[in-house]
């Protein structure tokens, strides 16, 4: 008998499923990887990473670091997980994604209270579940998902970035170092291509003028609804910055601060840092360097990058179609369907950027359909917390403007006397509030 269905194997049905099962409700995790591609994942694991490799700053005075935080207390799984298979990367926490995926698969398909099903969805289910089929959902569900709702969804294209071989990269021009030499190696964590100022603008005007991927596969997939060119401000192709205006990338992704090249002594004029991307240190991911140029042109436009003249890519930047509901009018900042109480909504469907905030979205989903289905209230957050502000965000934004939002402390209720506190001082104090009141919340409802 199954008490839960979550439908989608990525991080946030995964965590769904994980929390659900640990308090005792019997879950079937749906997934149609391997018999059916999204067109962007590469395995049948669960929580594979498709786009970086980073899950963002460790550090406590930053969102993604309180974020990560309340997910410890909260006991999530995938964040231990992807601790087990953490790389070296300064003060974020970057992982090999092969690792980390199988991790996470081998935990969930030991649990014996979920059984995996591995084929498609085509309808909503009628029993409790949890939605967490994440920005690739097909185009059947998300027609079922529609028809549901009653309200057009949203979409927009995101962007991966490409790999190259560590030992393709010249390191006679490239250097390793971390931002201000906050790596933990002494050569620091990251490798970095440094451009002249000629060089860089070389590099921008090959960038706007080469060509691109032809989106209309993605239109034609989704059929209705998409708004062509609209792209997650929080993800644009290196090529949509660089049209943006000339220095657009160096004030961006290739900005040079905190690093100096030991040519020179002197900080360049802009800078690509390439992370590692797995365990063997062998393969390098471009950071922030999303791009849908044709593959021939990203061969061509990135060994300009002085460094890669000679680069092999592992993989290439390609786009893919990414969905998202209209959470605002549709879902209760319990993530509860407003129509359904016992539908849930996680992950990267409601509205919510980057990693931590899908693995997020998917414990908080988990643990509220299981209190729901033990007769139990749903929680509701604080909104002081980071998590509570997310949910809280995507509920009530206003849909005209509804964009997808990550961790940030602009979503946070303000604090008092903040303009007493400086930069750093804030960030400390919303991290400490966020603490104690999740703690209080938690205790008055255990």
């Given amino acids: 008998m199954t008490d839960l269905i979550v439908i989608g194997g990525g991080l946030a049905g995964s965590e769904a499923a994980w929390q659900a099962a640990q308090r005792g409700l019997d879950v079937s995790l749906y997934e149609m990887r391997p018999s059916i591609s999204t067109g962007a994942h590469e395995t049948e694991y669960f929580a594979e990473l498709v786009c970086s490799n980073s899950l963002g700053s460790n550090l406590p005075d930053r969102a993604s670091g309180v974020l990560k935080n309340e997910l410890r207390r909260l006991g999530s799984m995938l964040l231990e997980c992807a601790e087990v298979a953490a790389l070296p990367a300064g003060a974020a926490l970057a992982v090999d994604r092969e690792l ?18 591995r084929t498609e969805v085509t309808e909503i289910p009628s029993t409790p579940a949890v939605i967490a089929s994440g920005p690739l959902t097909s185009p059947a569900l998300s027609q079922k998902i529609a028809q549901l709702s009653g309200q057009e969804q949203l979409f927009f294209f995101d962007a991966i970035s490409p790999i190259v071989s560590r030992e393709s990269v010249n390191m006679q021009i490239a250097f390793r170092a971390s ?11 990251y490798i970095n291509c440094p451009f002249t100022k000629d060089e860089y603008y070389a590099f921008v005007e090959a960038l706007r003028q080469a060509e691109r991927i032809e989106l209309h596969s993605f239109e034609d997939a989704i059929r209705s609804g998409v708004k062509a060119g609209h792209f997650f401000e929080g993800c644009l192709p290196v090529e949509i910055i660089a049209e943006r205006g000339k220095d657009s990338l160096a004030f961006g992704p290739m900005r040079p601060v905190g690093l100096r090249d030991p040519r020179t002594g002197k900080r360049p004029f802009a800078i690509v840092q390439l992370r590692q991307d797995n365990l063997a240190g062998d393969l390098y991911n471009l950071v922030g360097f999303q791009t849908n140029l044709k593959f021939p042109e990203q061969k061509r436009v990135l060994r300009m990058i002085p460094g890669l003249e000679n680069a ?24 509860q369907f407003i129509h359904r109480d016992d539908l849930f909504f996680a992950g990267q469907i409601t509205g919510v950027e980057g990693y931590m905030g899908n693995i997020a979205t998917g414990l908080f989903a988990g643990i509220n359909s299981a209190r ?33 939002m990550k961790a940030n402390f602009g979503i946070l209720p303000a604090l008092e006397n903040s303009s007493r506190l400086d930069k750093r001082e804030r960030a400390m104090s919303y991290a400490n509030r966020s603490s104690t009141e999740l703690e209080t919340y938690l205790v008055s409802h255990d």
């Fill in 312 to 335: 092999e890519f592992i993989r290439y930047g390609q786009m893919h179609r990414n969905t998202f509901i209209a959470s605002p009018k549709l879902l209760r900042s319990t993530l």
């Fill in 372 to 404: 729901l289905c033990q007769g139990q209230e749903p929680l509701t957050l604080p909104q002081t917390t980071m998590l509570g502000a997310l949910c809280h965000y995507v509920t009530h934004a206003a849909l005209k403007d509804f964009q997808p």
């Fill in 179 to 189: 931002r201000y030499e906050k790596g933990e190696q002494e050569q620091g964590d």
């Fill in 100 to 117: 980390f995926a199988r991790l996470v698969t081998e935990r969930i398909q030991n649990n014996p209270r979920i059984k995996v099903i």
